[in-house]
Every structure is written in structure tokens, then in C-alpha cells.
Antibody
Framework: QVQLVESGGGVVQPGRSLRLSCATS????????MHWVRQAPGKGLEWVAV????????YYADSVKGRFTISRDNSKNTLYLQMNSLRAEDTAVYSC????????WGQGTTVTVSS | EVVMTQSPATLSVSPGARATLSCKAS??????LAWYQQKPGQAPRLLIY???TRAAGIPARFSGSGSGTDFTLTISRLQSEDFAVYYC????????FGQGTKLEIK
């Protein structure tokens, strides 16, 4: 079945970096655009970034532009999010989601930015 | 940036009754609007896309309507498993979620 599994979260100090991964299975990864979405504790959903199916186009929310980089490896069926210059307000559960309509979601990985 | 505003923030409805949730966009998103259900500790689940098309496996008691800037999610004959938080998402001009409506048992 279609599955998205995030990993790479943890506790990190402000200003440091972290790389998240989203391993996929059960569908042809290379034919779908993919997203990262985050949810701060007790808050709503916030779209973070999107990447095209071939990896040639990507776009970001203003809140992360210039600090986060979305990428993918279609040979490994895996999506990534490189997060640099992390801030306390980046603390959230980060989830990957498939396609323009976010039809499949992973369970998320928790990122805590704290000194 | 398209701002999505959901109302009410919390909706109290009795099981078996109908719930009507609203989502308004700050500018037209045509019909590029989706609805999601999220239960505590779970990932969001796609309910509706294209403003009115039910996703695979979604019961017929869930229906979506609207276009342009005003959208509605209607849940008829509420069942216990329907009490959750509901989000709308516009995907016409990049992407933005509403702040959510919590549907609780009255």
C-alpha cells in the first residue's frame, strides 16, 4: 500500500541544522510532486515547501525561504528537507504529503528547536 | 498570499445531526479547494478535493460545495468518528491552509 515514513527529527539548538527524510513506497514516486507541511504544538497546518516530480522546480513558504531546501532522490524514492538556521518557531511536527491535493500523508517527525 | 479563514473555530453538534463548516478565501481560488479531517495524534485525511469531489473511500455523508471565495463542508448524520478538526486548503495560488474548525460533541 501507499506509504510515507518521515525520519530525522530531534532536538536541536537555535541556529543549527537538521535534515529530514521521507521514505516512500507503494507508488511511482517519480511521477508525483511532493510537499512538506508542519504543525506546531497545538496549532494548525502550515505548508512549508513543494517540489516537482522531476526535482527541477521547488517553492517555499515565506517563513522558511532562504533557510530550508527541499530535494528528492527518485532513485531512492525519498524526499528530503534540509533545514538550516533553525529558530524556536520552527518547532513542529513535519510531515510529507503527496501530490497537488495532499492525498497521502506520513505520520510526521518531531523537530524541537531549543537551547 | 491567499488567506483562508474558517468558521466557526469550534462547532458543537449532536450525533445524528448535520454540521456545516465554512471556509472563505481572501481572493478567488476557483475550485482548487480541499478539505481534510484530522484526529488527535493522526495524520490529516483527504476528504474532498476540487471543492466538491469526494476522495476515495470517503462516505457520502461528507459533501463539499462552493467556488471562488466561499466554500462549505457539510457532514450529514454525524457519527461518533466524525468528531475531529477539519481544515481547508487552497491550491490555486501556491498553498495555504485555514486555521481549522474543531467539531465537538454537543
Amino acid at each position: 500500500q501507499v506509504q510515507l515514513v518521515e525520519s530525522g527529527g530531534g532536538v536541536v539548538q537555535p541556529g543549527r541544522s537538521l535534515r529530514l527524510s521521507c521514505a516512500t513506497s507503494g507508488f511511482t514516486f517519480s511521477t508525483y510532486g511532493m510537499h512538506w507541511v508542519r504543525q506546531a504544538p497545538g496549532k494548525g497546518l502550515e505548508w512549508v515547501a513543494v517540489i516537482s516530480n522531476d526535482g527541477n522546480n521547488n517553492y517555499y513558504a515565506d517563513s522558511v525561504k532562504g533557510r530550508f531546501t527541499i530535494s528528492r532522490d527518485n532513485s531512492k524514492n525519498t524526499l528530503y528537507l534540509q533545514m538550516n538556521s533553525l529558530r524556536a518557531e520552527d518547532t513542529a511536527v513535519y510531515s510529507c504529503a503527496r501530490d497537488t491535493i495532499f492525498d497521502v500523508w506520513g505520520q510526521g517527525t518531531t523537530v524541537t528547536v531549543s537551547s | 498570499e491567499v488567506v483562508m479563514t474558517q468558521s466557526p473555530a469550534t462547532l458543537s453538534v449532536s450525533p445524528g445531526a448535520r454540521a456545516t463548516l465554512s471556509c472563505k478565501a481572501s481572493l478567488s481560488v476557483t475550485n482548487n479547494l480541499a478539505w481534510y479531517q484530522q484526529k488527535p495524534g493522526q495524520a490529516p485525511r483527504l476528504l474532498i478535493y476540487g471543492a466538491s469531489t469526494r476522495a476515495a473511500g470517503i462516505p457520502a455523508r461528507f459533501s463539499g460545495s462552493g467556488s471562488g471565495t466561499d466554500f462549505t463542508l457539510t457532514i450529514s448524520r454525524l457519527q461518533s468518528e466524525d468528531f475531529a478538526v477539519y481544515y481547508c486548503l487552497q491550491y490555486n495560488n501556491w498553498y495555504s491552509f485555514g486555521q481549522g474548525t474543531k467539531l465537538e460533541i454537543k
